[in-house]
């Protein structure tokens, strides 16, 4: 009987020692009193919330919450913790962010007891967006077109903003906890924390090898990581068949050696006018070299007159400038000196190296944050080339003239053979878009006769593409980021 209770004992001891209680997490009730419906919320919900303090804090604040008497403060944020007497949020950021890739310190945190708290909800801020959208939209259109421009939208905006804020209150109401007639009441509880992830195993090879699910979860997400980094190094290198579709604007100088007296049959000065804008499209042959084509519009200035005894007559001239080139650019390299770009590698190979063996969450974010800053560098290389176009520019300015009962058009239009050559510099600004500078010599023959007070269509162009890259390496960067998540299971 002795040996008999003995085992018992220490199989108890061995059960007591080495089983494990499920794990439980502790979540936030509202009650209502009337009804005695239970809200639950756990752990990662956005909640939003008001509540009092004796004091006055230093806290930020939406300029649409503010409690101007400084008593009462608004808290909108993910819920990071519940312990039994107060809740724990991530500290609001700073209205104006700290640039990157500045080192960040670790995230503070403000806690706010039950007992203090005035109203509170929880909200789900897709459909909370959703419903205010749907309210607002109609209301966009019913108003004047003063608010639509400066200086109305000034007037407008905030108070769109703050017509957003309390109708969103109103269909989507706080529950009111800790006054005399309240409807809620806080309360705390428990339930079993979601211990999948460390609980379930994966079968691997053999009958005996096992993985945990979160050290799976963890090989595929630095798996993941590693090829979009390597994908993305590749993708920022890689020209060859890519296109640019660009938005393109610049200025036009006519030296005065082409420039004629005042046309008198239209009034108009070709050269008043010089701003000109437009689209551009052009194609990777290489990767340094690429052919393009491109159009741009330059709008004349506009005369008008009332002529006759009493201003009963009308002239009036307008017109336009349409020049349209296919070009090739021959690329000369980048600028950056080969030790550089070497010195830029090593500090890159070195990051990441510490982001391989850095574990702690805020320094692998600035880690990553320096070496997209470092790579973006090296992608952002300029390049400059030389160009060499022809196309035709078509001048086109047309006189009005007349009275209300008849009007009569004329059209000067003249359309010549053109040529461009200049230099240029590219730069890329991340994966997808691209800077293109450019110092250009415009050459046509002559109009015969002169129009729009020229001889002929000669000058200098300073001109600026902004565009945006596609291409068969986006393509094959995207299918391949898919089907890696595609095939997380195995």
């Avoid at 296919?326 to 510490?354: P, T």
């Avoid at 560098?377 to 006189?399: S, W």
Wanted: aromatic share 14%; charged share 25%.
């Amino acid at each position: 009987m002795k040996y008999f209770l003995q085992i018992i004992f220490y199989c108890l001891l061995v059960s007591f020692a080495y089983g494990q209680l499920p794990a439980t997490q502790k979540i936030l009730i509202i009650k209502n009193l009337q009804s005695k419906v239970c809200d639950t919320i756990k752990t990662g919900s956005f909640i939003k919330l008001w509540f009092w303090s004796d004091k006055k804090i230093k806290m930020e604040q939406p300029l649409t919450r503010t409690d101007f008497n400084r008593h009462t403060y608004y808290v909108e944020s993910v819920l990071i913790g519940v312990t039994d007497s107060c809740l724990v949020f991530v500290k609001r950021p700073p209205f104006i962010p700290i640039p990157i890739p500045v080192k960040l310190g670790a995230p503070s945190f403000d806690s706010v007891k039950f007992t203090n708290i005035r109203a509170i909800k929880p909200l789900n801020r897709n459909v909370d967006a959703a419903a205010k959208g749907a309210a607002m939209m109609p209301v966009m259109s019913f108003l004047p077109e003063y608010f639509s421009s400066s200086p109305g939208i000034w007037i407008m905006m905030p108070s769109m903003q703050l017509a957003t804020t309390y109708f969103g209150d109103a269909i989507f109401p706080y529950h009111h906890v800790n006054k005399e007639k309240s409807k809620y009441s806080l309360l705390t509880g428990e339930i079993p924390a979601d211990t999948m992830y460390y609980v379930q195993k994966r079968k691997m090879n053999g009958d005996n090898d096992y993985e945990w699910e979160v050290e799976r979860l963890a090989r595929y997400e630095k798996m993941y990581n590693h090829l979009r980094k390597e994908m993305t190094d590749q993708l920022l290198d890689s020209y060859l068949s890519n296109k640019v579709i660009s938005i393109t604007f610049g200025n036009t100088y006519i030296p005065r050696s082409y420039q004629t007296p005042e046309d008198v049959k239209t009034r108009i000065n070709i050269a008043e006018k010089k701003f000109y804008f437009g689209i551009a499209s052009e194609s990777f042959i290489s990767d340094r070299h690429r052919i393009g084509t491109e159009i741009q519009m330059n709008r004349t200035e506009r005369y008008m007159a009332l002529i006759g005894s009493n201003g009963s007559s009308i002239s009036a001239s307008t017109g336009f400038i349409l020049s349209n080139y296919s070009y090739f650019k021959w690329g000369l390299g980048g600028i950056y000196s080969k030790r550089y770009k070497a010195n830029q590698w090593m500090k890159i190979r070195a990051l990441d190296e510490e982001i391989a063996k850095e574990n702690d969450e805020i320094e692998l974010g600035y880690l990553n944050s320096r070496r997209s800053f470092l790579r973006g560098l090296l992608a952002a290389e300029p390049r400059p080339y030389l160009m060499l176009g022809v196309g035709a520019v078509n001048t086109t300015l047309i006189k009005i003239k007349g009275t209300m009962a008849d009007i009569d058009a004329k059209d000067y239009s003249q359309k010549r053979f053109s040529m461009e050559a200049g230099v240029g510099m590219f730069t890329r600004a991340g994966k997808r878009f691209a800077y293109d500078l450019s110092v250009k010599y415009l050459w046509t023959p002559k109009y015969d006769p002169y129009i729009g007070g020229l001889e002929r269509y000669n000058g200098f162009r300073v001109q600026l593409n902004i565009g945006y890259m596609m291409g068969p390496a986006f393509a094959r960067y995207k299918r391949m980021l898919k089907q890696v998540g595609t095939n997380r299971e195995h």
